[in-house]
Nanobody, 115 residues
């Protein structure tokens, strides 16, 4: 059973940066395509970025050029580097497989962008 724990969220001003981490327990982490998702208040959860087991990445148009997903299979960890943050990036951020598996949704980490 894989458990995913997100961390690294916080409150920053527009233009700031944050680095999110998602630590996975379980040795089979490296075979999964992983994704970062976010859910803003009153909105549906959306996929922000994904990374395959081999390191191929995709980023949503809304974050392209500002966010970068990466992974370290040796550490069973996936990261989301977020730069040039905007107020509309405010959301709870989650990691999960792609496609997501219901049993892997964690608590998420809150990201708030405000001046």
């Amino acid at each position: 059973q894989v458990q995913l724990v997100e961390s690294g969220g916080g409150s920053v001003q527009p233009g700031g940066s944050l680095r999110l981490s998602c630590a996975a327990s379980g040795s089979i982490f490296s075979i999964y395509t992983m994704g970062w998702y976010r859910q803003a208040p009153g909105k549906q959860r959306e996929l922000v970025a994904s990374i395959s087991s081999g390191g191929s990445t995709n980023h949503a148009d809304s974050v392209k050029g500002r966010f970068t997903i990466s992974r370290d299979n040796a550490k069973n960890t996936v990261y989301l580097q977020m730069d040039s943050l905007k107020p509309e990036d405010t959301a709870v951020y989650y990691c999960n497989t792609l496609p997501p598996l219901s049993q892997y949704w964690g608590q998420g980490t809150q990201v708030t962008i405000s001046s």
